[in-house]
């Protein structure tokens, strides 16, 4: 299913998958972050080499969308709250940035912790 809003330019379209790419790349860019675990390999702790398969987009109601962030986190000093926090108001302003919509929650699930 592909995301649609309307612009002074017209209609746009962008996939769940560019959408999940876009936020995937901003969360490993946070520091204190190891990988992207997928929900299938969520008990089994297992990084992807894929890093959007650990991005679950949801579609909302008016252009909004709610974004799950499955990730490894690393042991670097830093709360893991402040990793999380870190983490949200990256994706939340690449993904806004990249689509033009409204990102109406980011929820960072911490699969593990390495050291």
Do not use: P
Request: hydrophobic content about 50%; aromatic content about 6%.
């Amino acid at each position: 299913m592909k995301l649609t809003t309307f612009t002074s330019f017209g209609k746009i379209s962008i996939s769940k998958r560019a959408i999940s790419k876009v936020a995937a790349v901003s969360v490993l860019e946070c520091v204190g972050v190891v990988g992207l675990v997928s929900q299938r390999s969520f008990f089994k702790g297992n990084a992807l080499t894929t890093a959007h398969k650990g991005v679950v987009v949801t579609i909302l109601e008016n252009d909004n969308m709610k974004i799950d962030v499955y990730v490894i986190m690393r042991h670097c000093g830093v709360s893991a709250s402040a990793v999380a926090e870190s983490i949200r108001q990256s994706v939340k302003y690449s993904v806004e940035r990249f689509a033009g919509m409204i990102v109406k929650n980011v929820i960072v699930h911490i699969v593990d912790v390495r050291i």
